[in-house]
């Protein structure tokens, strides 16, 4: 149960929403091994200003900002977690998304954190 | 000082929001055993297409998805956060929105992590 | 690398929102010493009805809500979090933004937990 919530200007959402949707939730699948199923996104749409940011900052070519914050569980390592970025990155690219303009996040919380329609029984 | 974050249909908020957002602060007094006055809550509404999910992940109907993102201090069992769902569901099912449709999730902070008003003293 | 998020009033935004980011991003820099390129931050506006408070939980006088969320790498003691949020507080309220009016919440995750337009080497 990620649920992964994306924060782009309304232009990019309306020009590419359904794809990056697609390609994140690929991503997510092959570079975690999730169930297709388990599908959750928010799309934040931003007017110009709302998203704010530093062009240069860790030594990218910055021109855009698409923020990608994941909350799942804690039970993924580094290596999983890169493998996951790595795919968001290249499905991205794919549909013209700089990997540059990318500020992906992660949040951990446990399994008895969710509740997905039902309590777990 | 829990932080209630609720992403839904804008079509919905619109028509139930009120009760939504009490619905939600009365589960959160009944479950967790919070001061009624500890209310802090935004809505984030959405248009059509921006909030994405799988309709039968985790064996459930869902025709909808309504997310609440609950930020709290890391103090409680998992008793009490299952009895906390459980108010959620039963709340808003008075109202008519569907358990199926539920996304609630909780991120755990500490104390030190919340300036509410003024520092902590 | 943090992640503010702020959530209000559209029209508080609009009168003073590149100020407001100005005033964070400066507290940032000051009480955690972060490098001042080191510059992520969205703005999400709402309409009235949307941020729901109590006028005096806490034991403060608020008039309306500005929440701020910073996502950051577990590494600030509890005392360099405090002057954080001092430096806040007093930055917003040189614009004219009450302390009583925020709500600061952090959330913490490691270094592996971001991805900022490149992987870690």
């Known amino acids: 149960m ?27 699948v092959d570079g975690l091994g ?11 749409t931003h007017a110009p200003g709302e998203i704010v940011f530093d062009p240069g900052y860790n030594g990218v070519d910055r021109r855009q900002l698409v923020s990608i914050q994941i909350l799942m569980v804690h039970m993924y390592d580094v290596t999983t977690k890169y493998a996951m970025f790595d795919q968001i990155a290249k499905r991205l690219e794919e ?10 996040s992660i949040v951990e919380n ?12």
Chains 1, 2, 3 share one sequence.
Do not use: C, N
């Not at 549909?95 to 992906?104: E, K, M, N, Q, Y």
């Not at 446990?110 to 029984?121: I, L, P, Q, V």
């Open 34 to 44: 999730m169930d297709p199923t388990d599908k959750f996104q928010i799309f934040r």
């Open 110 to 121: 446990g399994f008895e954190d969710w509740y997905a329609g039902k309590s777990r029984s």
């Open 95 to 104: 549909i013209g998304i700089r990997p540059d303009d990318l500020l992906i």
């Open 2 to 28: 990620p649920l992964v919530q994306i924060d782009l200007d309304r232009s990019l959402a309306e020009r590419l929403g359904e794809q990056i949707s697609d390609g994140i939730h690929q991503a997510l």
